[in-house]
T-cell receptor
Framework: QQQVKQSPQSLIVQKGGISIINCAYENTAFDYFPWYQQFPGKGPALLIAIRPDVSEKKEGRFTISFNKSAKQFSLHIMDSQPGDSATYFCAASMNSGYSTLTFGKGTMLLVSP | GAVVSQHPSRVICKSGTSVKIECRSLDFQATTMFWYRQFPKQSLMLMATSNEGSKATYEQGVEKDKFLINHASLTLSTLTVTSAHPEDSSFYIC?????????????FGSGTQLSVL
């Protein structure tokens, strides 16, 4: 059973455009929702994270939108740059315990120059 | 931010041999480390949780005798793939939990690409 569903699987965006990646979860006990960025041959790195008490969090060009009732959250990358080309994973965990961290299947983003 | 070093980054071995992967927290002590496995273009799957000074907790379906985990110190956890076979070929990633005053609590190593011939 996949607890965190991520879409799309891949995404091509022109430089300067907006990249949007969506995730949906099933377990209402999840209370921490991070997004990770992974470059080829490297481990993931935390990009931005949100907790269910807020509906939106913005850090620079990256914004998470969170809809608790719909059990969905999304990542928006504004003014996308070629350097943003990477694989993005959404994840969710409960009680802030990383042993419960469940990852989505990932979205391969390509930002064309 | 905190740094997690994983070594080696790439290893090629013959079938039947054992391979040890090291995960070190360089500038912090990590009582808890995690080991993941990632197939090409797939997500990270948690294999086990490694706690310093105690036995690792393995996820369902992960053979503990196949994937030996040792967390003997607060800065080092090792994963040994015993009697490796081609189906064990994968990208293995560790992470360490940082207990401190930062927003980011989980730091990942750069991964180890294991190829078993």
């Amino acid at each position: 059973q996949q607890q965190v569903k991520q879409s799309p699987q891949s995404l091509i965006v022109q430089k300067g455009g907006i990249s949007i990646i969506n995730c949906a979860y099933e377990n209402t006990a999840f209370d921490y929702f991070p997004w990770y960025q992974q470059f080829p041959g490297k481990g993931p790195a935390l990009l931005i994270a949100i907790r269910p008490d807020v509906s939106e969090k913005k850090e620079g060009r990256f914004t998470i939108s969170f809809n608790k009732s719909a059990k969905q959250f999304s990542l928006h990358i504004m003014d996308s740059q070629p350097g943003d080309s990477a694989t993005y994973f959404c994840a969710a965990s409960m009680n802030s315990g990383y042993s419960t961290l469940t990852f989505g299947k990932g979205t391969m983003l390509l930002v064309s120059p | 931010g905190a740094v997690v070093s994983q070594h080696p980054s790439r290893v090629i071995c013959k079938s039947g041999t054992s391979v040890k992967i090291e995960c070190r927290s360089l500038d912090f002590q990590a009582t808890t480390m995690f080991w993941y496995r990632q197939f090409p273009k797939q997500s990270l799957m948690l294999m086990a949780t490694s706690n310093e000074g105690s036995k690792a907790t393995y996820e369902q379906g992960v053979e503990k005798d196949k994937f030996l985990i040792n967390h003997a110190s607060l800065t080092l956890s090792t994963l040994t793939v015993t009697s490796a076979h081609p189906e064990d070929s994968s990208f293995y990633i560790c992470s360490a939990e940082y207990v401190g005053r930062t927003n980011e609590k989980l730091f990942f190593g750069s991964g180890t690409q294991l190829s078993v011939l």
